[in-house]
């Protein structure tokens, strides 16, 4: 449940630009982490260069994508049934997918993606209140707020 949580808080600052200008605009878009480990076909025009292999896999081309691996909703996925996410982590194990691969989720697959970080999200938040609480008037030192 650790690596979920560190790879969530990591890849906020990543959002950003990991997101497309067509899914910033878009009201749908938002975080999930892989619900299983699997082969996914990159989707990328002109296909991703995986540096950490250095090797280049072309659009069309299969990698896989582990279980709790960062993701970003980035639209409706084809054909339909299915959602477009891109893998929003750098990858850091040999054999995986490039950052920023691009594939389709099943909506059964994604549902279930979402509801896990959605799960994380609400562990994550829990224990910020427990500290605040500990913390009482550091917590307000800590974070710049003034009384």
Not at 47 to 71: E, F, N, P, S
Not at 133 to 139: F, M
Request: charged share 30%; proline share 5%.
């Amino acid at each position: 449940m650790l690596r979920p949580l560190t790879s969530a808080i990591g890849v906020l600052a990543l959002v950003a630009f990991a997101i497309p200008a067509r899914a910033a605009t878009e009201a749908s878009a938002e975080l999930a982490f892989m619900p299983r480990t699997m082969t996914v076909t990159l989707l990328n025009d002109g296909g991703k260069y995986v540096a950490i292999d250095l090797k280049h896999i072309d659009q069309g081309g299969a990698c896989r994508m582990d279980k709790d691996a960062t993701l970003v909703r980035v639209g409706p996925g084809e054909p339909a049934g299915n959602v477009r996410v891109r893998y929003a982590a750098p990858q850091l194990s040999s054999g995986g997918c490039p950052f920023l691969t691009e594939f389709n989720l099943s909506d059964a697959d994604y549902a279930e993606a979402r509801k896990a970080f959605e799960d994380a999200k609400e562990v994550a938040e829990k224990k910020v209140e427990r500290i605040k609480k500990e913390l009482g008037e550091k917590w307000d030192e800590v974070t710049g707020k003034k009384n």
